[in-house]
């Protein structure tokens, strides 16, 4: 059964906001694809972007703007970001910024990193953000590896019922995702081309962009290998040795998690989407040079924790 599609008028943009302040999903058209939208203040809500997508792992994702004030509150804009942002906002154009002091962007958006994509969208998308007051993370409303959706029927026919709202406001103007740039003071590297062609930014700004390829990258797609806190991790433990740290997931305790130096639950309850929502925090506050052990309780191979064992596999990967 396909989720409920309405077209973007005043009572249809006033329903997504009201389900987007729930915690809940509405796919919003934009005029690069139709996007899946959810609070990006919210672990949970964006948690629900990954189940809804079936992504296969905790990607960045964009958060989209209404204006330059919302933007600051994210980001750190240097001057290069300024001129881009001047003179191709809004439109089909990412930036991928330093994220700004107390910036309210969940950890789950930026993938535990200290960048964040931003985008300042055009039409109905900006509309609602208006009304909501808050950035929205959206990749595109489809499921995960499926072609990209340009119309209202595209999302109902990809997602179903995985999104309870899909606003229409006909097919898209640009039909590609956004062009994805991160500023480097003297060029602009190109993270991912789309709507807005290089060589239009190369004729504006007066400086190169160059194909960015390096291992570093931080933007949708092009995640780092790991994202590791100082110490060891140690995957799948069965029970708990003096001294480390343990990061659980569930009810029921670990043989000797009464000697572990300290614990952070993912989900007491064994709610999967919890423990998305949590588990770039854990290892944030796990990122300690004292504490050089950290165990991690077994996390069930089915729905997002697909997606939550590959970030922590990244996490213990040999650096």
């Given at each position: 059964?396909a989720g409920?599609i ?6 249809a ?8 302040s ?9 005029e690069?694809?139709?996007?899946l ?12 972007i ?5 992504r296969?792992?905790f990607?960045?994702?964009i958060a ?20 881009l ?27 535990g990193?200290k960048?964040v ?23 595109s409303?489809n ?13 109902a026919r990809?997602?179903?019922?995985g ?11 640009v ?27 190369e004729?504006?700004?007066g ?9 570093d990258?931080?933007?949708?797609g ?6 590791a806190p100082?110490?060891a ?16 997931f569930?009810?029921?305790?670990l043989?000797?998690?009464d ?11 064994g709610d999967l ?13 796990l990122?300690?040079?004292r ?15 697909r ?11 040999p650096r």
């Amino acid at each position: 059964m396909a989720g409920q599609i309405r077209h973007a008028d005043a009572a249809a943009l006033a329903q997504a906001v009201r389900i987007l302040s729930e915690g809940g999903l509405v796919a919003v058209p934009t005029e690069t694809v139709y996007g899946l939208a959810a609070d990006a203040t919210d672990g949970a809500a964006v948690a629900g972007i990954y189940a809804a997508k079936g992504r296969p792992s905790f990607n960045p994702l964009i958060a989209h703007v209404d204006g330059l004030d919302m933007a600051h509150r994210l980001a750190r804009l240097d001057p290069l970001a300024e001129r881009l942002a001047a003179r191709f906002w809004p439109g089909p154009m990412t930036l991928v910024l330093p994220l700004a002091d107390g910036s309210p962007v969940h950890p789950l958006v930026t993938a535990g990193l200290k960048t964040v994509a931003l985008r300042m969208p055009r039409g109905v998308m900006a509309d609602v953000i208006t009304q909501f007051g808050r950035p929205l993370a959206a990749p595109s409303a489809n499921r995960s590896g499926r072609v990209s959706p340009t119309r209202a029927a595209h999302v109902a026919r990809s997602l179903g019922a995985g999104v309870p709202l899909i606003l229409d406001s006909g097919p898209t103007d640009v039909g590609l995702e956004s062009t994805i740039l991160k500023p480097m003071g003297d060029h602009i590297a190109l993270l991912r081309p789309g709507g807005l062609p290089a060589e239009e930014v190369e004729a504006a700004l007066g400086l190169p962009v160059v194909v960015a390829d390096g291992p570093d990258i931080e933007a949708p797609g092009q995640l780092q290998s790991h994202y590791a806190p100082a110490g060891a991790v140690r995957l799948n433990a069965r029970q708990v040795e003096p001294g480390e740290h343990l990061i659980a997931f569930g009810p029921t305790a670990l043989p000797g998690q009464d000697r572990a130096a300290g614990i952070v639950n993912l989900s007491p309850a064994g709610d999967l989407r919890e423990a998305a929502a949590q588990l770039f925090s854990a290892l944030t506050a796990l990122d300690d040079p004292r504490i050089d052990r950290i165990a991690v309780a077994p996390i069930p191979q089915t729905g997002l924790g697909r997606a939550i064992n590959d970030r922590l596999r990244r996490a213990a990967a040999p650096r």
